[in-house]
């Protein structure tokens, strides 16, 4: 069972920067893919940003975001990274450290598939 917890999330200005940072433990040498998802109040929970191994990593298409995310994975690869630049309002969530034996596995956003972290709050004030 992996197990996986976030650290990093709290409030910041708009055009500020974060850190998100996520420690996976429990068999994590079994996990292909790790990454972050995120919720906003009344929204569904969507794809930030993935990576497959130390260095492929998979972003969604939405331009609004392209190039502010980067995500990062530690050379033990039981450490992955979400770095925030440049935050907007619409940024707001509550983002979610996620891990999958595939990609598909990961890519799902139903909490029954693959394994989850508990979730970190980031607040962008505008």
């Known amino acids: 069972q992996v197990t996986l917890v976030e650290s990093g999330g709290g409030f910041v200005q708009a055009g500020g920067s974060l850190r998100l940072s996520c420690a996976a433990s429990?068999?994590?040498?079994?996990?292909?893919?790790m990454g972050w998802f995120r919720q906003a109040p009344g929204k569904a929970r969507e794809f930030v940003a993935a990576?497959?191994?130390?260095?492929?990593?998979?972003?969604p298409t939405d331009p609004s975001r392209k190039g502010r995310f980067i995500v990062s994975r530690a050379g033990a690869k039981n450490m992955v990274y979400l770095q925030m630049n440049d935050l907007k309002s619409e940024d707001t969530a509550v983002y979610y450290c996620k891990a999958g034996v595939t990609v598909t596995a990961f890519m799902s956003t139903s909490t029954e598939v693959g394994y989850w972290g508990q979730g970190t709050q980031v607040t962008v004030s505008s």
């Open positions: 429990g068999g994590a040498d079994s996990v292909l893919v």
């Open positions: 990576i497959q191994g130390s260095d492929g990593t998979i972003y």
